[in-house]
């Protein structure tokens, strides 16, 4: 943008009070704090997705409470803004960043416009995994009815639910046919009987892959022939396996394109999943075992099918490295957080292409129960491999795996302590990574005795502490990895059947000081909000107030709790 369309664009921002709810201006003159920028990235985010903005507007240099312009050094050296840019990607939903941030410089001082873009559909914008939104012009929390409203446009409309209107059953592969029945078949043996009597049409739409014998864009993606592509056009339904050698060179491909439930063997039956050697323990003689296992390979092509955004245009990459695969798909990921679907154990709870999803548990293709990430990084740990690595772009996500043992430090401390967590795999993996800590991961890694050395150079310590059965070490074992998330639920349900209700106050109490140490007080605030949210949606109980002042009261019997 030009000077004068910067001016006339601050002109009118600070002309129309009433779009407070998507533009904020601060004085800021020599400095801001980073984490409270973040949070205003997130909330007007937020609202101009909500309020059918393309974007909303932070503005420095201008005192708020008069809107007079005084002018910022705010960032005033070389690089410092491009860095900004950067550095806010690093702590939002999908690396998501400033569409750009202008400086303008009027007679008055130095004006910094941040040109933030609207949360995509579906997809709420969080700050360090927490969502925050506008209450006029007030910061707070984004509440449980806006990230609702969000997350219900990724719904609205099922690209893959679609009909291809000139399709029929003659454009379906019959070997993909061939193998969807026996798939099926497999998934639910108690139906042999009945499945055999089934025709074709029945089959198809028993196992939602066509809608009242009508062939779906989900028929064509997963058992159309080949040259049955062009009924989705412009979107493809390609998986592109790639070798590259050493020096970063394409010595080999294939591309496959539908019927994409035969295609995923063909790409599987390309990697070369060769033999890895390592001494583990104390041992002299080294274990022996693939690269990969098979389940990762398989499951991480299916989530990319799943998951892709066809309506993009884009194809699924595979590229095999010398010890690493890359997977690659085009996309937001809508969960927001490798961390919490990780960690949590907690599944999507909505899905870009329903209908594909649906079709492929149905084949036995993935689970729906939302558990297969966390089983490809728990397959990772049983190897004592580092974690799988995710990109997340705002239009494409990518996941490496690593195939060796990459520190044997980190090894070695899976091997001496078999009762890690997940949680506390993936702390010590960003150590081995040379990845930057907080303040309480760092403090917790130390006080478990896992690392050594002063921030930012952590080392995984030499000297792991050894399993025990002290009580102390016991306590203080699950001090800081706290319990799962049914025993917390639990205590909710218990609580408001013994009270008949339970306000969030009292619902704090309860549980504020039974988390986990490693949580900060916010995130620990957080995670009973998650808790509560997670009991609503399964509708074991519902609020009986307001969303200011819930009161949460049972929606089951004594029996279920």
């Not at 910022?72 to 939002?92: E, G, R, V, W, Y």
């Not at 062009?230 to 396996?241: D, G, L, Q, T, Y």
């Not at 960003?430 to 309480?440: A, E, G």
Request: hydrophobic share 40%; charged share 30%.
């Amino acid at each position: 943008m030009s000077q004068n369309d910067l001016h006339q664009k601050l002109q009118e921002l600070l002309t129309h009070p009433f779009e407070s709810e998507i533009f904020e201006c601060k004085e800021a003159k020599n400095d801001f704090d980073f984490g409270k920028l973040g949070k205003y990235f997130s909330a007007l985010a937020n609202e101009a997705n909500l309020c059918g903005a393309k974007e909303a507007w932070l503005v420095f240099g201008i005192r708020d409470r008069d809107r007079v312009i005084v002018g910022s050094q705010f960032k005033n050296q070389a690089n410092a803004l491009t860095k900004l840019k950067s550095d806010i990607s690093h702590k939002t939903t999908n690396r998501i960043t400033f569409k750009d941030i202008h400086t303008l410089d009027l007679p008055e001082g130095r004006v910094l416009m941040f040109q933030i873009p609207a949360a995509p559909k579906g997809l709420p914008i969080a700050w360090e995994d927490h969502y925050y939104g506008r209450n006029g012009e007030e910061l707070v929390a984004l509440n449980l009815e806006k990230i609702d409203r969000i997350r219900a446009q990724a719904t609205a409309e099922d690209w893959s639910a679609q009909i291809c209107p000139q399709a029929t059953i003659a454009d379906l592969d019959p070997q993909a046919l061939a193998k969807a029945r026996e798939n099926y078949l497999e998934k639910y043996p108690a139906k042999a009987s009945e499945i055999k009597e089934w025709d074709e049409q029945t089959f198809l739409n028993k196992a939602k892959i066509t809608v009242k014998g009508k062939i779906s864009r989900t028929a064509i993606i997963l058992l159309g022939r080949t040259e049955a592509e062009h009924f989705i056009n412009p979107a493809e339904a390609k998986i592109r396996w790639i070798l590259r050698n050493s020096r970063g060179e394409d010595v080999d491909y294939l591309l496959e394109s539908c019927p994409l439930l035969l295609a995923v063997d063909k790409i599987y039956a390309k990697i070369r999943n060769t033999t890895y050697r390592y001494i583990k323990g104390e041992s002299l003689f080294p274990d022996e075992v693939i690269r990969y296992e098979p389940y990762l390979i398989r499951e991480a092509i299916n989530n990319c099918i799943a998951h892709q955004d066809y309506s993009l245009g884009g194809r699924i990459n595979v590229v095999e490295l010398e010890d690493q695969l890359v997977f690659s798909n085009k996309g937001s990921f809508l969960p927001g957080s490798v961390e919490r679907v990780v960690i949590e154990n907690a599944p999507e709870e909505y899905y870009r292409n329903q209908f594909l999803v649906t079709a492929m548990f149905n084949l036995g293709m993935v689970d729906t129960m939302g558990g297969g990430i966390r089983k490809m990084f728990m397959a990772q740990s049983r190897r004592f491999f580092p974690m799988p690595e995710y990109d997340i772009e705002p239009d494409r996500v990518k996941m490496t795996v690593t195939g060796k043992v990459l520190d044997m430090d980190f090894a070695q401390t899976l091997i001496r302590n078999p009762e890690l967590s997940l949680q506390d795999i993936m702390l010590l993996d960003k150590v081995q990574k040379k990845k930057p800590l907080t303040k309480h991961e760092s403090q917790y890694l130390k006080s478990r005795g896992f690392v050594e050395g002063k921030s930012p150079n952590y080392v995984i310590s030499a000297s792991v502490i050894e399993p025990t059965f002290d009580t102390d070490l016991r306590a203080n074992y699950i001090r800081q990895r706290g319990f799962n998330d049914d025993h917390y639920k639990k205590m909710i349900l218990e609580y408001i059947q013994k009270f008949g209700s339970a306000s969030r106050r009292d619902i704090d109490i309860l549980l504020l000081n039974k988390l986990p140490e490693v949580l900060s007080a916010e995130q620990k605030k957080v995670k009973v909000g998650n808790l509560i949210y997670a009991l609503r949606m399964a509708k074991q109980i519902e609020n009986k107030g307001s969303d200011a002042k819930p009161i949460w009261t049972l929606l089951v019997s004594s029996t279920d709790l």
